[in-house]
């Protein structure tokens, strides 16, 4: 069970794309071999691409049909008229029915087209009826149907599969010894044409011997008719003049007596009566030949016969092969040469003599006849030359006719050409103009690229020099930047009041542990200055000293005390680098931290310009 479910399985695969059958419409080989119809086609196109170039006999590429080889036994495969789509379908291993290939719906085909090579449902072969009426549509049977559809029994399976087997082997053998075959019946009739090419050889040699002798004789006997010919024409014309001669009446004038040596004679006249009567009896040339000379038996077995090996006993077609070629081993020259003194010892040599003895000529001329046909010719001629002569000078008027149109054309050509070297030579002066002046717009160019790069370079070198400007007035902006801002850490008397806490002191310049603030830049400087006291004072003031000198001043002298008076004093001065400046608070209560401050800032730096 398990060898039948393996073999099952093979026979229901393509063996190019091992894919199972179904769905893809295997098709029988001749060789009884199965294949799937896309690989089939695959190697349609194989073949196609590897066939010689069709364009040298592009009719012969055409009718012959194309073959491809059997993947499984190399057989060579001839595809139909149509293409692989001809082949008979395998409805053995269909084992489902027979679906549409067109629709995608799935259902029966009860026809198929041998152009498409496609199955069809009833409702697709109708539209294809419509469009594709040219086509052959061919109804599925239903042994066809049912062979789809028909399971084999497994007893009957095996003997199925053995006899495929035994037919292959079979088919494969024939398909040998029909390759066998072609080769036998090309050697044999290479064989059978050298040996004909001797004959023929020999019969040439025999008819070139027998012509060179007929032009031997037949100018032989042309020299001699032709000085009869002109014999009988002098005498003739000289005749002829004498009858000229005729007086009046029809009487010979005096003529002189060596000239009347110009008549025939009796006898003349007598032989050339005998010899016209005779001559239009007799043959000039005699042909004289033997048709039993010939043996036609000996050259067929010079030549050699051909039969089926199944004829011979004791031989099979490759011992007839090595025999034939065998015999073919020996030079050419050789094998006539002893084939003759075997086969055809006396036959071939009474052949050949009997070939040589058409040569024999019996001469006996038709001599006024022939001449008479000889000045008809030459009249012919002399009428065939005066009108080619006359097509000549005609053809000799339109040559000239042609020549004059020619000279035309060629003084026409010549002034266009004058005219045309004329462009050229102003070309030239335009083109040098030109040149001049793109070599000046070069030079300016030039020149307005140097300038262009010293312009870059002086750019370059001013933007260098404000950036250093810049990159200094800011170093100089940023050293040169002061303020400060202090306040009272804590309530206390006045004459205790440091402000000792600093908000802001760039530069540095004021010291929270004297109070004090030193000048660190000439210029212009702001200070503020508040204080507030804590209860109502009596005495209240703000005094800005400058190097130990009163600034600025701000005081409360009248008015009602009350908690909380304040009192506020400004300084804008222009100050010198290492002055001193300090704030002096006067008041007989504690003022309040916080709101008790002092602050200044450089309003503007003092250049010394050199």
């Not at 009869?228 to 002098?234: L, P």
Request: net charge negative.
């Amino acid at each position: 069970m398990a060898s039948s479910n393996v073999s099952d399985d093979v026979a229901s695969v393509c063996t190019v794309c091992l894919e199972p059958y179904k769905g893809r419409n295997p098709k029988l080989l001749p060789c009884f071999h199965t294949l799937c119809l896309p690989c089939l086609k695959d190697l349609e196109k194989h073949h196609m691409k590897m066939s010689p170039d069709t364009t040298v006999n592009e009719e012969i590429a055409v009718n012959r049909p194309l073959t491809f080889p059997c993947p499984t036994c190399r057989a060579v495969i001839k595809v139909p008229a149509g293409g692989v789509t001809k082949f008979q379908t395998n409805f053995y291993l269909n084992n489902n029915a027979v679906t549409c290939d067109v629709c995608d719906r799935g259902e029966d085909a009860v026809s198929t087209c041998t152009e498409c090579g496609d199955n069809m449902c009833v409702t697709c072969q109708r539209y294809h009826n419509k469009y594709l009426s040219n086509h052959q549509v061919q109804p599925l049977t239903f042994n066809c149907q049912q062979a789809s559809k028909a399971s084999i029994e497994p007893v009957k399976e095996g003997t199925i599969v053995e006899q495929l087997k035994v037919l292959e082997e079979a088919l494969v053998t024939m398909r040998e010894e029909e390759d066998t075959l072609q080769r036998e019946r090309q050697a044999v009739a290479g064989v059978i044409t050298r040996r004909a090419d001797a004959v023929r050889a020999l019969v040439t040699q025999a008819e070139e011997r027998s012509q060179r002798a007929l032009a031997e004789a037949a100018e032989s006997l042309g020299k001699q008719i032709q000085e009869k010919i002109i014999t009988i024409q002098d005498r003739y014309c000289r005749i002829w003049q004498l009858s000229s001669q005729r007086g009046t009446k029809g009487q010979l004038t005096s003529v002189p007596s060596h000239e009347q040596t110009a008549l025939l004679t009796d006898d003349d006249v007598q032989m050339y009566k005998q010899q016209c009567s005779r001559g239009r009896q007799l043959q000039t040339l005699l042909h004289q030949f033997d048709d039993s000379a010939i043996n036609m038996q000996v050259i067929e077995a010079y030549i050699g016969t051909v039969s089926s090996g199944t004829q011979c006993t004791g031989e099979d077609s490759s011992s007839l092969l090595s025999a034939v070629t065998c015999s073919e081993t020996r030079p050419l020259e050789r094998q006539v040469s002893d084939t003759l003194l075997t086969s055809l010892p006396s036959d071939m040599t009474k052949l050949t003599r009997d070939i040589a003895a058409l040569g024999i000529i019996r001469s006996s001329s038709e001599k006024q006849q022939t001449s008479v046909l000889e000045l008809e010719a030459l009249k012919e001629e002399s009428s065939n030359l005066q009108s080619q002569v006359v097509s000549l000078r005609e053809a000799d008027s339109r040559m000239q006719d042609n020549m004059d149109t020619f000279q035309q054309n060629v003084e026409e050509i010549r002034g266009e050409i004058s005219t045309f070297q004329k462009d050229i030579t102003n070309m030239k002066h335009e083109f040098q103009t030109m040149k001049s002046i793109n070599l000046k717009l070069q030079n300016d160019v030039d020149s307005s690229q140097q300038e262009s790069l010293l312009i870059k370079t002086e750019t370059k070198r001013l933007q260098d020099a404000a950036e250093e400007l810049s990159k200094g007035f800011k170093t100089f902006k940023e050293s040169n930047l002061v303020a400060f801002n202090a306040r009272l850490h804590k309530d206390s008397l006045a004459q205790d009041a440091i402000l000792r806490e600093v908000d802001c002191n760039v530069g540095q310049a004021y010291d929270n542990k004297t109070g004090i603030f030193t000048v660190p830049v000439t210029g212009i400087y702001f200070f503020m200055a508040r204080a507030m006291a804590a209860e109502e004072p009596r005495d209240f003031y703000l005094d800005i000293i400058v190097d130990d000198e009163s600034a600025a001043e701000s005081g409360s002298y009248y008015g009602e005390p009350y908690p909380g008076m304040n009192c506020i004093v400004h300084l804008v001065q222009k100050l010198i680098k290492g002055q001193k400046v300090q704030l002096d608070v006067g008041c007989d209560v504690n003022v309040l931290c916080k709101v008790t401050s002092f602050c200044g800032v450089l309003v503007q730096p003092h250049f010394d310009l050199v």
